[in-house]
């Protein structure tokens, strides 16, 4: 089932995708007003058949999207984790995986603009695959850590390159407001099925940047699951990103950065494609 978050009326909620229309579930399984709600609830499965019985009662132009999750506790994202891009970087490998954060308020939604800041000339694309956390947990073992993923999503983790590089420390040119983009929906792993050979794929302005698949990850999902869980909790909601392909406007020769007007789109295997203009800060 492909879930998602809108807001109708002025009211935040969610719903699912059934025939290229919405179904509104917000309240309607067991009082759950947000899709972190019923993910942390447990409530995915009877919303789905809710959804399914239902039928869909509104259309994408009734609602304007948020981002899949508007509210994680967590951004946890992976660095350097496809070779192409760790070669462009010019980084050593690593046994462990490169990790950062990202703040749920620095996040839009699927046809939203991604901003540009007034800051920098320097913002970059990051196609990414978004891994959603249902069940929570410590220590998870890496046996068993899909079967905590609640669903994928398809994320754009847009950096300020040059604040990134004013220290080691990658986080303040990976949190500028609007510079991540999250969408356009959730597809659960029932209905995604196998996620290990995914296509993914960044086209700017219509020009493929880059293209690789799931298999190319140096970490694994479940490696990653695993690893982040050995030193916080993950709960039902957080959401990871599982780094980016080789390829990034700021590698190339010469670079190419994102620019006012500029679109940016990210495809993943069955998880269609996220859209989003750019345009420069107010």
Request: hydrophobic share 40%.
């Amino acid at each position: 089932m492909k879930f998602l978050s809108f807001v109708r009326t002025g009211v935040a909620g969610y719903g699912a995708i059934i025939d290229d229309g919405i179904v509104d579930l917000t309240g309607r399984v067991q009082g759950a007003l947000s899709l972190k709600e019923a993910i942390a609830r447990n409530l995915l499965a009877e919303a789905a058949g809710m959804a399914a019985d239902m039928g869909p009662g509104l259309a994408s132009s009734d609602v304007t999207l948020l981002p899949v999750i508007p509210d994680p506790g967590k951004i946890l994202c992976i660095g350097l984790n496809y070779e192409k891009h760790r070669a462009e970087t010019k980084r050593p490998e690593a046994s462990h995986p490169a990790v950062f954060v990202r703040f749920a308020d620095s996040q839009v939604a699927h046809r939203q603009p991604i901003i540009k800041p007034k800051r920098s000339d320097r913002l970059d694309y990051e196609g990414e695959l978004a891994v959603i956390i249902g069940r929570g947990g410590r220590n998870i073992p890496e046996a068993n850590a899909l079967d905590h993923v609640a669903g994928w999503s398809c994320y754009n983790d847009g950096s300020i390159r040059d604040y990134q590089r004013h220290t080691h420390q990658f986080t303040p040119g990976k949190t500028f407001p609007g510079t991540g983009a999250f969408g356009p929906y959730m597809m659960t792993p029932d209905e995604a099925g196998d996620h290990t050979s995914w296509p993914i794929e960044t086209r700017l302005n219509g020009d493929v940047m880059q293209q690789a698949t799931l298999s190319d990850l140096i970490f694994p999902i479940p490696r990653i699951i695993a690893y982040l869980s050995e030193f916080t909790p993950l709960s039902a909601g957080d959401v990871i990103l599982t780094g980016t392909p080789g390829g990034v406007g700021d590698r190339r020769e010469p670079p190419i950065f994102m620019k006012n007007g500029d679109v940016v789109e990210v495809e993943i295997g069955p998880l269609g494609t996220l859209i989003n203009p750019i345009c420069d800060e107010v």
